[in-house]
T-cell receptor
Framework: GAVVSQHPSRVICKSGTSVKIECRSLDFQATTMFWYRQFPKQSLMLMATSNEGSKATYEQGVEKDKFLINHASLTLSTLTVTSAHPEDSSFYIC??????????????FGPGTRLTVL | SQQGEEDPQALSIQEGENATMNCSYKTSINNLQWYRQNSGRGLVHLILIRSNEREKHSGRLRVTLDTSKKSSSLLITASRAADTASYFCATCGGYNAGNMLTFGGGTRLMVKP
């Protein structure tokens, strides 16, 4: 199946720093990428949807200036958590979808990035 | 906000028993998908059932969909300790809804050896 990677897998940073998380589709072109956030023992909450070459669409309640999303190519999307605070500590998961794959409706998920802000 | 509610939130069974998880949703869907997540890991896609399908099988997995009741169930037969994980249903509204997935709260399954 299609493979999506995330980097880094785990990051610990001080409050006030910015953290960039990369999401890559390794063997297919991702026309759309999604970013989710998951708190411990909770479900995934969609943060934003990004289409290659256009601005991301953020879900209600998600701060655009706080969570910067860039989808500059068909294989890479980045999420930058700016001026991170302890409440931003969470598990961030990306997924990717390609309109060219047979499984049009299927999203392929990355392994997640554990962010801990001290 | 979450579309689906999953029931039960946690389930503990013995190896060899069957595990049934239920998912209810509120709006119309194009398809419904089930995912598995091991602790601290990413999601693994298990099965997709379209709105015009009623039942689907994949190995030891059986998924049903009742669109009139807006509910779905995931049955894992002859469970194994390795099936221990969290299971999420996710509804997809289809192309006109941007093919976005909305996840349920999940069921934490523990299979005791």
């Amino acid at each position: 199946g299609a493979v999506v990677s995330q980097h880094p897998s785990r990051v610990i940073c001080k409050s006030g720093t910015s953290v960039k998380i990369e999401c890559r589709s390794l063997d297919f072109q991702a026309t759309t990428m999604f970013w989710y956030r998951q708190f411990p023992k909770q479900s995934l909450m969609l943060m934003a949807t990004s289409n290659e070459g256009s601005k991301a669409t953020y879900e209600q309640g998600v701060e655009k200036d706080k969570f910067l999303i860039n989808h500059a190519s068909l294989t890479l999307s980045t999420l930058t958590v700016t001026s991170a605070h302890p409440e931003d500590s969470s598990f961030y998961i990306c997924s990717a979808r390609s309109g060219r794959l047979v499984s049009y409706n299927e999203q392929f998920f990355g392994p997640g990035t554990r962010l801990t802000v001290l | 906000s979450q579309q689906g509610e999953e029931d039960p939130q946690a389930l503990s069974i013995q190896e060899g028993e069957n595990a049934t998880m239920n998912c209810s949703y509120k709006t119309s869907i194009n398809n419904l998908q089930w995912y598995r997540q091991n602790s601290g890991r990413g999601l693994v896609h298990l099965i997709l059932i379209r709105s015009n399908e009623r039942e689907k099988h994949s190995g030891r997995l059986r998924v049903t969909l009742d669109t009139s009741k807006k509910s779905s169930s995931l049955l894992i037969t002859a469970s194994r300790a390795a099936d221990t994980a969290s299971y999420f249903c996710a509804t997809c509204g289809g192309y006109n809804a941007g093919n976005m997935l909305t996840f349920g709260g999940g069921t934490r399954l523990m299979v005791k050896p």
